[in-house]
């Protein structure tokens, strides 16, 4: 059994309130409240609760460049060789600031990962990432060691991907001490360190693996950190497809060119000279 109370409007008129418009006349003030609320009480509303900062208006650069040149040319190393291979899938972004929490704003706090990888929003350019205007937390963080930032990257940086960005896959590396790599994964809300295999760590979040790679990139040579296949094949640079794609364009030219020298040679045989016959 339901109960319906009826409620009748008393016909003595409501003073308005501050800033609102009085009702009309020929109206019941319940009809008149339901078709003119775009009142200044609405926009008041609006105006004291503020909208949370959008990439836009947070600040994206601190001025401050990579700790070395190496360091910068191992960050472009992963970003350029992933972002071919990620296209709309995701989106890879290097030394940019990635905001959490407003009190990042209160403290000036603005570092940001060197390298992370963020599956499902796209590849659209980015000022900055913010997690509240984006929905969600980097999968996957890189941090390239130095000596001035090896103990924050390895305790309190960890713990802020760990317990507050949640970011399911953590590496480490140091591009002047290779042996200094490690790799760990969101477990229970705890990071546990990932086994390395043949110098590699699997990353589970993008089906690849973060592998050692010794040669020569921007004319230095040394041991670098690389992204690669399942399978051990690395992710191609733009510029190594683009070689890579030349080269076989050249192989077929040069296949079609011995076709056609063979097919020359098989005409002359018969008597027949290819020549002419091209021209009839």
Known sequence: ??????????????????????????????NWGLESFKMPVVKSFHDAVPLLPTQNNLPDGDGVPMETERHKKQMDLLVDSLEPWLGERGYVGGNMFVYFSLKQLKNEDFKGPDVFVTLGLGNQERKSWVVWEEGKSPDVVIELLSESTAKKDKTSKKDIYQNQLKVAEYFWFDP???????????????????????DSFTSQSLGLKLALWHGRYKNVETTWLRWATLEGDY?????????????QERAEKEQALQRAARLAQILREQGIDPERLATE
């Open 1 to 30: 059994m339901s109960l319906q109370v009826e409620q009748t409007v008393p016909s003595k008129r409501v003073p308005p309130l501050p800033g609102m418009l009085s009702p009309p006349p020929d109206k019941p003030i319940t």
């Open 176 to 198: 002047f001490n290779p042996d200094d790599f490690q790799g760990f994964e969101l477990s229970k809300r705890v990071y546990k360190a990932l086994p390395k295999h043949n």
């Open 235 to 247: 992710l191609l640079l733009p510029q190594e497809i683009e070689a890579k794609r030349a080269d």
